[in-house]
């Protein structure tokens, strides 16, 4: 099973920016689509953004469109997340996660869909 590392979280201000990486262990990463997820207090998880795995493909939620921006590097076992200006409501645990599949529509994955979840990054917009 592969294991995921997020970082780069942190605290920023309303209309700032964050870039979040997720690293993964194992030599078959880009056997992978990636998503990031995000959990607000007392909210249910959300998508936020899938890519497949060649980063061909990419998915984001409404919320997000425009404003993030899902890329990988299958060399280095790493999917980014880059968000620009950042809203009090993006505020959320960030957390990757990955699902083992090749040729696949990764908008019919739901977040049961993923077998590999990292530990989750704090992202905390003020306003």
């Known amino acids: 099973q592969t294991q995921l590392v997020e970082s780069g979280g942190g605290l920023v201000q309303a209309g700032g920016s964050l870039t979040l990486s997720c690293a993964a262990s194992g030599r078959t990463f880009n056997n992978y689509a990636m998503g990031w997820f995000r959990r607000a207090p007392g909210k249910e998880r959300d998508t936020v953004a899938v890519?497949?795995?060649?980063?061909?493909?990419?998915y984001y939620a409404d919320s997000v469109k425009g404003r993030f921006t899902i890329s990988r590097d299958n060399a280095k076992n790493t999917v980014y997340l880059q968000m620009n200006s950042l809203k009090p409501e993006d505020t959320a645990v960030y957390t990757c996660a990955a699902h083992r599949g090749l040729g696949l529509d990764i908008r019919t994955l739901s977040p049961a869909d993923y077998s590999s979840w990292g530990q989750g990054t704090q992202v905390t917009v003020s306003s």
């Open positions: 890519i497949n795995w060649s980063g061909g493909d990419t």
